[in-house]
């Protein structure tokens, strides 16, 4: 199955009422644990590389890499996502490089760590559009600033800072009108990184209700939740049991994120849960064998682990039984629809 855009398959979700998880990427072994999870969910799936992680991968590595994937799951399709793009140019590279769908986030300047104007947002954001869509590639954008920073991109905004930067429901509603995107990012109060909340949160930090009235405004829009790992604390524990030292955290309730599902929320981004399962599966190895130095003796179980993960967030976000339904449409068959 050729890798298919992002519109193709939020398109469906929409449709059938499912949420998609946006898992990312550094390495081989976080691909095969994603596939993995795919092929025993039978879900869709979304792979998404960061500019850190396709600079640490290389691009030509992660291509042949997505299509391994693709040749050896030809029943399950994938999205090629470029997650935070930073500037109109890295989204270009990211389409020369053959991802089927792209972040433009316009939220922040070039810099990653600045907010930036609705003004300027809409224009990088609005020439990425007319670039990608030319080419049948799909284009997220953002508006409103997330808390923390994950891979170097992120304002570091704390969680009462977070609040100052939330999105705007009407601003939103004239952002999807001006630039013409697939996909919208929205700021409810969430961060990347290990360190959420401080406390189990409730409405007034956790804004689920700015979703719903986007949602309301904007009903065939595909909404994106950023920093929506869970930080389940079994997984911070084997980190710490085998020599870890992880602050007690909250992260996003999966409840919360079914609600959103229910309010138009599509692709949900989980990235920390992975890294935590990952790092928990290879302390322990080394703690339990300290004199093993086979890197297939702690990659693997590091695969399996997150696999684990992935399975659980495929099956809660409703998408686990799906991949043999998603119409399977080329970024070529998609051009007409965006040339309509």
């Given at each position: 199955m050729p890798l298919i855009p992002l519109r193709t398959l939020l398109d469906h979700a929409a449709e059938n009422d499912y949420g998609v998880a946006a898992l990312n990427v550094n390495n081989m072994e976080q691909i095969q644990a994603i596939m993995e999870a795919a092929q025993e969910t039978d879900s869709p799936v979304i792979i998404q590389a960061s500019r850190g992680a396709r600079s640490y991968t290389n691009d030509d590595y992660l291509r042949h890499l997505m299509l391994a994937a693709a040749e050896l799951h030809p029943n399950i399709p994938i999205v090629m996502h470029q997650d935070h793009g930073n500037s109109p140019a890295t989204c270009l590279s990211a389409i020369e490089n053959g991802f089927t769908s792209v972040m433009m986030d316009g939220s922040l300047s070039e810099d990653g760590k600045t907010p930036n104007s609705y003004e300027q947002n809409m224009k990088?954001?609005?020439?990425?559009?007319?670039?990608?869509?030319?080419?049948?590639?799909?284009?997220?954008?953002?508006?409103?600033?997330?808390?923390?920073?994950?891979?170097?991109?992120?304002?570091?905004?704390?969680?009462?800072?977070?609040?100052?930067?939330?999105?705007?429901?009407?601003?939103?509603?004239?952002?999807?009108?001006?630039?013409?995107?697939?996909?919208?990012?929205?700021?409810?109060?969430?961060?990347?990184?290990?360190?959420?909340f401080a406390k189990k949160p409730t409405g007034d930090v956790l804004r689920m209700d700015v979703i719903e009235e986007i949602h309301n405004r904007l009903p065939n829009c595909h909404i994106v939740m950023h920093g929506s790992s869970s930080l389940p604390q079994e997984l911070r524990d084997i980190i710490n049991e085998f020599g870890g030292d992880l602050k007690p955290a909250y992260g996003v309730p999966v409840e919360e994120i079914q609600r959103g599902i229910q309010h138009g929320v599509r692709k949900i981004n989980v990235d920390t849960d992975s890294r935590l399962a990952i790092t928990g599966a290879i302390r322990k190895v080394f703690a339990q064998k300290p004199a093993e130095f086979d890197p297939r003796k702690y990659?693997?179980?590091?695969?399996?682990?997150?696999?684990?993960?992935?399975?659980?967030?495929?099956?809660?976000?409703?998408?686990?039984?799906?991949?043999?339904?998603?119409?399977?449409?080329?970024?070529?068959?998609?051009?007409?629809?965006?040339?309509?």
């Open positions: 990088v954001t609005k020439e990425v559009v007319i670039a990608a869509h030319a080419k049948g590639v799909s284009v997220e954008g953002e508006i409103g600033c997330l808390g923390g920073i994950e891979d170097g991109h992120g304002a570091g905004l704390s969680e009462d800072e977070a609040k100052e930067h939330l999105t705007d429901p009407a601003q939103a509603e004239q952002f999807v009108a001006d630039t013409g995107l697939d996909a919208l990012a929205v700021a409810i109060g969430t961060s990347h990184g290990a360190y959420k990659l693997g179980p590091a695969r399996d682990a997150m696999k684990e993960v992935c399975k659980a967030r495929m099956i809660a976000f409703g998408q686990a039984g799906w991949a043999g339904k998603v119409p399977v449409k080329s970024c070529k068959e998609l051009i007409d629809f965006y040339t309509k």
